[in-house]
């Protein structure tokens, strides 16, 4: 006696074929996510918002802040010069212990940051505005390096966009 009818194979193979066709379409789903014809969704491509945002920049955000891409590329251009200003005068403020100054040199920096969608600098510039306004100077010394870091590799990566 056969275990399977010749409708028991017809319905198994109407069943694989369902199957392929939803696993086919379930690839063509992510191919369309991504779609790398878009030089934004890229992330390799280092001209692309997908490259910002695999770096800790969070593009989108800033765009829907600022209105347009045009407007956050106008203010991403102004962040590296306005950074390596802000960090020379950040070395001169910790040298001298000028807290003051300090505090408002953070401030500017975590104010821009915060509306380029740069995430992670503009919690540490707001910790160092904080800790200089308290003057906790020993926070400031102890953790310039992670400061100055962050500060560096940011500005790479605007240039790199930019470029």
Do not use: W
Not at 44 to 58: C, R
Not at 139 to 153: C, G, Q, S, T
């Amino acid at each position: 006696m056969a275990l399977f009818s010749s409708s028991d194979e017809s319905i198994s193979e109407e069943l694989l074929k369902k199957s392929m066709d939803a696993s086919k379409e379930a690839h063509e789903v992510v191919i369309d996510a991504v779609d790398t014809s878009d030089p934004d969704k890229d992330v390799n491509n280092k001209h692309s918002l997908a490259y910002l945002e695999a770096n800790g920049i969070d593009a989108s955000a800033a765009i829907d802040i600022l209105g347009d891409k045009d407007t956050f590329v106008a203010r991403v251009k102004d962040f590296a010069p306005l950074a390596k200003s802000k960090y020379g005068n950040l070395m001169d403020c910790k040298a001298t212990m000028d807290m003051k100054r300090y505090v408002e040199e953070s401030a500017a920096l975590k104010k821009e940051c915060n509306v380029l969608g740069i995430t992670n600098l503009f919690l540490m510039a707001k910790t160092h505005e904080q800790k200089a306004l308290s003057g906790d100077t020993n926070y400031v010394i102890e953790n310039f390096k992670e400061y100055e870091d962050e500060i560096m590799r940011i500005i790479n990566i605007v240039n790199e966009y930019l470029a």
